[in-house]
């Protein structure tokens, strides 16, 4: 109930493709879902995150959907560049200070 | 500087030593976290704390203890290391409101001999 299943664990896109990274989740207390964005030597920052009040949301090249229905939200980077190359974690927080993370997908962009 | 300053960076020690990582921060937010990161298995929850006099255990507490020295440090010991706490250890600050970003510091390497 309290997992956050993430994937795929790694990810291998062309310079100029789309990079697609899903997580599904079980607990319907979960109403925060913050994305994360890590490169080598550094701490987790926050990228973006959606309310389930709304179905998508867009920051620059980078676009959460989410499906309430089906307990799924994914991270969209469009046109994506080599410098997007690092770990991408989605996480759930049920309303309070307490955040589960998916386990990771390390994302490779070819230039 | 960084908002969230965690010491050292890099730390190799023997199995039974005791070690103290630290963590100090410069948003003004009351509320800190400690995790624990490891390939494969994300982040995972050590402690957490709301303010000075309010401490919890998270999902992974056993082994480790910690201490909010004031709002700003907050500070995670292994009192008797051993080597599957080898891993890379995250210090996280978010402020009271409501359900709000959490703020990472750089990390700390730690490996246990």
Known sequence: ?111 | DADVTQTPRNRITKTGKRIMLECSQTKGHDRMYWYRQDPGLGLRLIYYSFDVKDINKGEISDGYSVSRQAQAKFSLSLESAIPNQTALYFCATSDRVGNQPQHFGDGTRLSIL
């Not at chain 1, 049920?94 to 070819?110: A, D, E, Q």
Request: glycine letters at 8%; proline letters at 6%; hydrophobic letters at 35%.
């Open chain 1, 1 to 111: 109930q309290q997992q956050v299943k993430q994937s795929p664990q790694s990810l291998i896109v062309q310079k100029g493709g789309i990079s697609i990274i899903n997580c599904a989740y079980e607990n319907t207390a979960f109403d925060y879902f913050p994305w994360y964005q890590q490169f080598p030597g550094k701490g987790p920052a926050l990228l973006i995150a959606i309310r389930p009040d709304v179905s998508e949301k867009k920051e620059g090249r980078f676009t959460i959907s989410f499906n309430k229905s089906a307990k799924q939200f994914s991270l969209h980077i469009m046109d994506s560049q080599p410098g997007d190359s690092a770990t991408y974690f989605c996480a759930a927080s049920p309303g309070t200070y307490k955040y589960i993370f998916g386990t990771g997908t390390r994302l490779k962009v070819l230039a």
